[in-house]
């Protein structure tokens, strides 16, 4: 049905693209969502109003704001047989193996239903990605824990509707804390987009080839869930409790600096950010106030992340090689005192980057290009005739 289209994303041979959605300065470690600096958003917008300034480009007014949460609201419900997805999967698989699973899924209910070039469809669908996640990534973690799956309310925001679908059980009826959810929020918004990421380039890759945005998206989570991008926050807090204690930090930082080591400090250094990466530093703000809430501010973990940063930060190997925490230091530490256990902190970066990946991909469809197709410097053997066996 998709007539055959052209997508050149302008890979030059350093395999770049433009873009008019995320600006990142790695130099002066600054990141702007059309324009707007991440800091401003995470005090003052909300994760659902930086959805819409991603994916249309400018902040939306209070009617237009008002028409779009409806529309979202209105489409967190899975299709019933979409359940069934799930008990495939055995109780101990990796949230992420569910998650990329069950949004590839996506394909198979609403996919024939979306002509990708026909700007409406393009837009149901991406309502229909941005809506669902949450009860896509919350099943995934009520399916892992053996308890039943808690159904969306629309008198929620979003928010506050995905933590009460994560951990509200029929028994009783979680109480949304407006700190924590606004905390969460606060993370969705960090994590919704950052250029040209990996796991963006292969949405966009994707996309490129006339894909379904279901199956893009998917794509996209499975490449987020390596420990080199966004695997790493739960690498980064299996890392720190690994540490222990403050005390053990000499050693983890000698083994991050031997060559002949392949430990890497999770959750710092970055391709990109030279300088600090801003979202680390409103995480750690925001871990400081989550756990002072919860009462656990003298979390140990929380202490060998701070001591560990500042020695890392003073040791020459880390200077000289422009080594800063990334958005994935803190992030964990704030969502295990949530209550998550580390295998949903990589899920929730994929439910938070979704509207990064579909406004990419929206961006891309709309400039209608070609097929991408980054090429390769060859380095194997030159042109040579065939040998048969016995003169090898
Ligand atoms: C994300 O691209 C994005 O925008 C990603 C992301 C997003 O929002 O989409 O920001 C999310 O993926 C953040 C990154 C999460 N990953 C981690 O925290 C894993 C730990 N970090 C590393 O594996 C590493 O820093 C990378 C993968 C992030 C970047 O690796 P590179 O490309 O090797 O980084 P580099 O070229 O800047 O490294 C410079 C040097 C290298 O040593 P030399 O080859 O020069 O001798 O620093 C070393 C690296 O080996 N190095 C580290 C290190 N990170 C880089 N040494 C110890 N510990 C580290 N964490």
Redesign the pocket.
């Known amino acids: 049905k998709a007539d055959v289209f052209t997508f050149d994303p302008g890979y030059t041979s350093t395999g770049s693209c433009e873009s008019k959605i995320t600006f ?1 300065d790695g130099e002066k470690g600054e990141l702007l969502y059309r324009g707007y600096p991440i800091e401003q958003l995470a005090e003052k917008s909300h994760y659902l109003e930086v959805c819409y300034l991603l994916l249309y480009g400018e902040l939306p007014t209070k009617a237009q704001m008002d028409d779009f949460e409806t529309r979202v609201t209105k489409h967190t419900m899975l299709h019933e047989q979409m359940r069934n997805f799930y008990s495939g999967f055995r109780r101990d698989a990796h949230p992420m193996a569910v998650v990329c699973g069950v949004v590839g899924a996506m394909s198979a209910f609403y996919h024939d239903s979306t002509d990708i070039n026909d700007p409406w469809q393009r837009e149901v669908a991406t309502i229909r990605l941005i809506a669902k996640l949450p009860t896509i990534v919350a099943w995934a973690f009520k399916y892992a824990a053996g308890q039943p799956f808690v159904y969306p309310r629309n008198d929620l925001n979003y928010a506050e509707n995905f933590l009460h679908m994560c951990f509200s059980v029929p028994a009783e009826e979680y109480k949304v804390d407006p700190i924590l959810a606004k905390a969460m929020d606060r993370i969705f918004t960090l ?1 919704a ?8 380039s292969t949405v966009r890759l994707a996309g490129s080839s006339g894909a379904n945005p279901f199956a893009c998206i998917a794509a996209g989570v499975a490449c ?1 869930w390596g ?7 739960q ?2 807090l299996e890392m720190l409790r690994e540490i222990g204690t403050v005390d053990q930090i000499p050693t983890y930082i000698k083994k ?2 031997d ?1 002949n080591d392949p ?12 300088n600090f ?1 801003p ?1 680390a530093k409103v995480m750690k703000e925001s871990a400081d106030e989550v756990l002072g809430l919860l009462g656990i501010e003298n979390n140990e973990t929380l202490a060998v992340a701070k001591e560990l940063e500042k020695i890392a930060l003073e040791d020459e ?2 200077v000289e ?3 800063y925490p ?4 803190y992030s964990g530490i704030i969502l295990e005192a949530m209550g998550f256990p580390t295998s949903m902190f990589t899920p929730i ?1 994929a439910l938070s ?1 979704t509207v990064g990946w579909i406004s990419q991909w929206k961006e891309m469809m709309e400039e209608s290009s070609k097929i991408g197709r980054p090429r390769q410097l060859y380095t194997g053997a030159a042109f040579r005739d065939y040998v048969d066996v016995a003169g090898r």
């Open positions: 990142i994590h987009d950052h250029e040209q990421n990996a796991s963006t987020l420990p080199a991008h966004g695997g790493a926050n690498a980064c991050a600096k060559k430990f890497r400090l999770m959750g710092f250094g970055h391709r990109v950010y030279k990466d979202r190997y880390f090689k422009k080594l990334n958005v994935d230091f970066f980057r």
